[in-house]
């Protein structure tokens, strides 16, 4: 990969994911108080992001755009059109690189709007990058080359895991990796419900629950092997797991799951379009 450079960084929409993003780059230095910004709605938060952050943060960022290299566009999907018209109409530097973590906004709607030969990167991360720990992928445009997909490749990997992806995929990312963590809570808490079924103190099921799956998700990572060959190794003849595990096949655990992450797919596709 090449390696990447870049002087100057924007971050519009600077909420949980934005302020994430620009945490995850301090703790790396790859940026400085000095050499990053911040954009919200309101004054209010640009106050709290000036107190938390120790950045520049404002509402009207127009006089920013002339001297910065990325801009990280980190607002809710009915809020990107209106984002990249206001960059289009405020002096956008044609080589400045823009990197959507925009759910639905495709990079021919980006590139369509903005109406510029500005390198666009869509992206797709998710909340895990608060902690260090994001899964997120990302695909250039057609003015991207691979020194603006090395920037976006070592932004996040600042923050967790970073891989390459064709924007085909990205509604089938976007139901795994986007809405991915909140299947997982779903089953933290059920699990440790279970636990706390059975005679467990909560604080303690939730503890118990959340250590194991952290254990099972690095195994699966650092062994190269399948999930099935692992579960295989702790599930033996006539015990406990295979007991449990033939309970959980009987509620369809294994389509349900499936299932879930197909309709998010569905709805994903939709996010970037207009309602008529």
């Known amino acids: 990969m090449v390696k990447a450079e870049f002087h100057k960084l924007g971050v519009i929409g600077a909420g949980v994911m934005g302020q994430a993003l620009i945490q995850g780059l301090m703790r790396k230095q790859m940026v400085t108080l000095k050499n990053v910004w911040a954009a919200a709605k309101t004054e209010a938060s640009c106050e709290k992001i000036r107190a938390e952050l120790g950045i520049t943060a404002l509402t009207n960022y127009n006089d920013r755009l002339a001297d910065t290299d990325v801009l990280l566009l980190c607002v809710k999907p009915n809020g990107i059109k209106g984002v990249l018209e206001k960059l289009k109409a405020g002096g956008l530097k044609p080589d400045t ?19 510029t030969e500005n390198p666009v990167i869509r992206a797709m991360t998710n909340t895990p990058c608060t902690v260090g720990q994001a899964m997120t992928t990302i695909c250039g445009g057609t003015h ?133």
Do not use: W
């Open 97 to 115: 690189l823009i990197i959507s973590i925009v759910a639905g906004a495709t990079i021919e709607t980006m590139e369509n709007t903005l109406a």
């Open 144 to 276: 991207a080359t691979q020194k603006h997909l090395a920037i976006a490749q070592q932004i996040f990997d600042a923050v967790g895991i970073c891989m390459e992806l064709d924007e085909s995929h990205f509604n089938a990312v976007t139901s795994l990796a986007g809405s991915g963590p909140a299947y997982v809570f779903l089953i933290m808490e059920a699990l440790a419900d279970g636990g706390v079924r059975v005679g467990l103190p909560r604080e303690a099921a939730l503890k118990i629950v959340s250590q194991t799956l952290l254990g099972a998700a690095t195994m699966v990572q650092q062994s190269g092997r399948h999930p099935a060959a692992l579960r295989d190794d702790v599930t033996t003849p006539a015990g406990c797991t295979i007991g449990a595990l033939l309970t959980m096949e009987d509620g369809k655990i294994r389509s349900v799951l499936a299932r879930a992450v197909e309709e998010a797919t569905k709805i994903a596709g939709n996010l970037g379009k207009e309602k008529k």
